[in-house]
């Protein structure tokens, strides 16, 4: 039997699960990127005349909001549903008492969370594409990026979940982490505009260094920093939040 089997089976059970759920999400990811673009792209981007960096707004802004919405779905999967599997439901303890290992759980929740971040990505590229907002060729690396993002935002994410045991905790991170985030990691304006220690801050999020790569991929223009710099680390927030994750599983499901 393949090592990947049980991880895949796993896969499978959050499948099954979202088989039920997926019209309403599939509906929501055409019309919430269409409805951002309309909203801020063509309404706010009408006041900003020059655009930024010789960039029409629209287009420069449209990669930033691809690698958020990529964030915050990877967020949304790794917070609620991650804390009920093992307060509510106990779904994590049955897997566990079944021939799994703590690995092929984890990986598992990973896959079904990027494949949700890959599918609203795919959807957001084509209302960009609609748009004619894409120029480069690179375009559709767009989505290995996001799922590098994506995992990068989710194992750290799902390791706090796991470590808790209510959900005022997510309200909070919700709070502290995910909206300053969203607003100061060059989504919707230049890092450079901001003061020192807030421009270090967006520069530490991994937030960041998926817009500037999305940026890059999409507008065909060199990145702020180096490309193996950015998905360097990335990586590493992947291996350090699989680590943790995995031993906040562990601690969880045996003891």
Known sequence: MSALTPTL??????????????RGSVFSSFLL????????????????????????????????????TAMQV?????TWPVLSRFEWVKTYFSQAAAPLRISDILGGQLAFTLLRVLLTAAAFLLVAAGFGTLH??????????VLLVGAAVALPTIAFSASIHSDSYLALLFRV???PMSLFAGVFFPVESLPDALRWLAYVSPLWHGVDLCRAVTLGVAPAW????????????VAVGWLLAHARFRRRLIG
């Open 9 to 22: 089976a796993v896969l499978e059970f959050h499948l099954i699960g979202y088989r039920r759920t997926w």
């Open 136 to 145: 480069s060729a690179w375009a559709p690396a767009t989505l290995l990026l």
């Open 74 to 78: 990877a967020m949304m999967e790794s």
């Open 33 to 68: 990127p269409l409805l951002t673009v309309l909203s801020f792209g063509v309404g706010v981007g009408a006041y900003v005349d020059s655009g930024i960096d010789g960039v029409p707004y629209l287009d420069w802004i449209i990669p930033g909001l691809i690698a958020s």
């Open 226 to 237: 180096s490309v193996t710099g950015h998905l360097l680390y990335l990586a590493a927030w």
């Open 177 to 179: 982490a995910v909206i």
